[in-house]
């Protein structure tokens, strides 16, 4: 379910909204065999800018940091 989730997301919003972007999907098990781990990165589609707003506490979106193996 989350990777079809996922997946509507990029074609609606992401890289799959986009005729150059594509989806890198990985996965492995963890070495005890009781973890999946998913790693979807999406490429080549629209920019994503932040959108700040203005709360009762001040908040403000700002890009997450990028995870690198």
Known sequence: MA????????VKHGALSDPAGWV???WFLAPDG???YLLWKELG?????????RAPVR???AP????KR
């Open 34 to 36: 009781d973890r999946l």
């Open 59 to 61: 908040t403000c979106c």
């Open 45 to 53: 589609g629209p920019l994503v800018t932040p959108r700040c707003t």
């Open 3 to 10: 990777v079809h989730e996922l997946g509507t997301n990029a």
């Open 24 to 26: 890198d999907l990985r």
């Open 64 to 67: 997450s940091p990028v995870w």
